[in-house]
């Protein structure tokens, strides 16, 4: 896998049926591992070990309706009152971050109403602050180190 633009971690990693898979975690298993899910399992990581979330308010790929269709968040993390506070969509690293990728975070968040978006691919990463008043998000340098005001 291509080295990313975070911090290394160590990850379990078997090899079954010449398919590798990762141990997540947060869903307690192996998954199959593709770029995508790199990325994912190198956020997680980076959320609980650099800015401290606790695993317990992690969710990955938790489902959502909006119009009567079906979607699913790559990670969602909650707040201590079991609200959303962040959404994180994944890309594969090949796969360059678009205004399409921020429609469909946006999109996501006009149903979970989150504080926070992550949007990366791994080799970039965009950080913003909601601000549901304006309709309109904010750029940050980086996400904040959890806090149970969060």
């Keep these: 896998m291509v080295n990313l633009n975070l911090p290394r971690y160590s990850f379990k990693i078997k090899n079954k049926e010449n398919k590798l898979y990762i ?5 307690k298993k192996n998954i199959v591992l593709t770029p995508e899910e790199w ?3 190198h956020l997680i990581h980076y959320l609980i ?11 990955i790929e938790k ?3 909006i119009n009567n269709l079906i979607k699913r968040t790559d990670i969602l993390v909650f707040d201590n009152l079991g609200q959303p506070s962040i959404i994180v969509e994944c890309k594969a690293p090949s796969i360059k971050i678009s205004q399409d990728t921020f429609d469909q975070i946006a999109r996501y968040n006009l149903k979970l109403q989150a504080k926070y978006l992550i949007v ?7 950080y913003c602050k909601m601000d549901h008043e304006k309709m ?3 750029f940050l340098k980086e996400i904040p180190n959890y806090s149970k005001k969060i």
């Design 23 to 27: 141990f997540d975690i947060i869903r």
């Design 39 to 41: 990325v994912r399992q």
């Design 49 to 59: 070990e650099a800015k401290n979330y606790p695993k317990s308010l992690i969710a």
């Design 63 to 65: 489902q959502l309706k």
């Design 120 to 126: 990366t691919n791994g080799l970039q990463h965009f």
């Design 136 to 138: 309109q998000y904010d």
